[in-house]
């Protein structure tokens, strides 16, 4: 059975940054596969963050419009681990961040719904 585990989560201020983690076991990626971040907030859908696609040889990062430029996405095969750096925090970014992954390929990799496998989640909070 897949087990995502996420870290990282902190209360920060305005302008801050945090990187996350999420442990990822019992997942074989094969050919293809996506893993990604996710947030939700207090009376919000959940949404895609950013998420990696992997396709054979070929590594593909999404972000969403609102994190563009101020997230980024990173794995680390060998240990089993996916990250999340986040620079220029704004109270906008406060949510509750999960880990997320799904065998093959998804032509709207950001779309929650997507996704069957999900860590517990880690708490961002950022004030202003």
């Known amino acids: 059975q897949v087990h995502l585990v996420e870290s990282g989560g902190d209360s920060v201020q305005t302008g801050g940054s945090l990187r996350l983690s999420c442990k990822v076991s019992?997942?074989?990626?094969?050919?293809?596969?996506?893993m990604g971040w996710f947030r939700q907030a207090p009376g919000k859908e959940r949404e895609g963050v950013s998420v990696?696609?992997?396709?054979?040889?070929?590594?593909?990062?999404y972000y969403a419009d609102s994190v563009e430029g101020r997230f980024t996405i990173s794995q680390d095969d060998n240990n089993g681990m996916l990250y999340l750096e986040m620079k220029s925090l704004t109270p906008e970014d406060t949510a509750m961040y999960y880990c997320?992954?799904?065998?093959?390929?998804?032509?709207?990799?950001?779309?929650?719904?997507?996704?069957?496998?999900w860590g517990p989640g880690t708490q961002v909070t950022v004030s202003s």
């Open positions: 019992s997942f074989t990626c094969g050919i293809r596969c996506c």
């Open positions: 990696i696609c992997s396709m054979g040889q070929v590594l593909r990062e």
């Open positions: 997320a992954a799904r065998l093959g390929i998804s032509y709207t990799p950001l779309q929650a719904g997507e996704y069957s496998n």
